[in-house]
């Protein structure tokens, strides 16, 4: 099994940047595909965005352009830069991990999930 633990969360002025880490250990080389999701408050889990073991991204259209999903396989670390913040954003966000290959957009389709970290925004 692959266990995934969120950093980066904290509050932050709309416009302004945060980049979350997921650090994975375990059996890492198992995953195929890395993703981030969000959920806020009386709201579904939704997803952000996913990055494959090739490399593709993918990206939810609320966050293309402002966020970007990147990796460091040596680090079994994953990243995700979000830039131009904005209050909707607000929430505690998740990484997840899938075991086989696709990308899937919603969260039945990952296997392994962190804890989350909140973010804030602030208007």
């Known amino acids: 099994q692959v266990q995934l633990v969120e950093s980066g969360g904290g509050l932050v002025q709309a416009g302004g940047s945060l980049r979350l880490s997921c650090a994975a250990s375990?059996?890492?080389?198992?995953?195929?595909?890395m993703g981030w999701f969000r959920q806020a408050p009386g709201k579904e889990r939704e997803f952000v965005a996913a990055i494959r073991w090739s490399g593709g991204t993918y990206y939810a259209d609320s966050v293309k352009g402002r966020f970007t999903i990147s990796r460091d396989t040596a680090k079994n670390l994953v990243y995700l830069q979000m830039n131009s913040l904005k209050s909707e954003d607000t929430a505690v966000y998740y990484c997840?991990?899938?075991?086989?290959?696709?990308?899937?957009?919603?969260?039945?389709?990952?296997?392994?999930w962190g804890p989350g970290t909140q973010v804030t925004v602030s208007s």
């Open positions: 997840a991990a899938r075991y086989s290959g696709g990308v899937y957009y919603t969260p039945s389709g990952y296997d392994a």
């Open positions: 375990g059996r890492t080389f198992s995953t195929y595909v």
